[in-house]
């Protein structure tokens, strides 16, 4: 059984060439551009952008402009959601990327806080892929459905917190 979310010894997620391979697909704007207008082009509409990607850390923003925006004067709930599942979402995928055996992944929950009002570009920051890792490694060995929580972080470009989003994600082995 071939592996590629091999973890070191203390649990951290190491990189291989074909995580290099996604995160340089992700990381390149026309190909995320396409990325978003195949899968999600709500994502491409509403301005969403992918800041930095690796292993361990991910970062997505939002813009506050028109078509991001509610009638309060503040950016809508299901812009900043979907900023926000994208800062998760992209780990995720990193996590599960051409895993022998393949991992099916799928979020199964959802919770969030408003904090302030979101009134200018917002950055979703997610710093737990290791988690997302190791669950897909338990779930390659496993080989039933392993769910992981994780937080990301929505802060206002003065460094402000707006909101907080926590994501369960499951993991199965395919086949």
Same mark, same amino acid.
């Given at each position: 059984?071939?592996?590629? +979310? ?54 997505? &923003? /939002?813009?506050?402009?028109? /078509? ?50 979101? &009134? ?26 392993? +769910?992981?929580? /994780? ?16 994501? +369960? ?7």
């Amino acid at each position: 059984m071939t592996t590629l +979310t091999a973890t070191a010894e203390n649990g951290v997620a190491t990189v291989t060439p074909e995580h290099q391979e996604f995160i340089a697909k992700m990381m390149n704007p026309w190909m995320f551009r396409y990325f978003l207008f195949r899968k999600v082009p709500l994502g491409l509409i509403a301005g969403m952008k992918l800041k930095y990607l690796d292993q361990h850390k991910c970062q997505a &923003t /939002i813009p506050y402009r028109w /078509i991001t925006t509610n009638p309060f004067k503040s950016a809508y709930f299901a812009a900043l959601a979907m900023a926000a599942e994208l800062s998760n979402g992209s780990l995720a995928l990193l996590a599960v990327f051409k895993c022998n055996p393949s991992v099916a992944v799928i979020i199964v929950g959802m919770e969030a806080q408003f904090i302030k009002k979101a &009134t200018t570009l917002t950055t979703f920051t997610c710093e737990e892929g290791d988690k997302l890792f190791a669950a897909v490694e338990r779930a390659q060995k496993m080989g039933e459905a392993i +769910t992981q929580k /994780i937080s990301t972080i929505g802060r206002a470009e003065d460094g402000t917190e707006v909101a907080r989003f926590t994501f +369960t994600w499951s993991f199965k082995r395919r086949g």
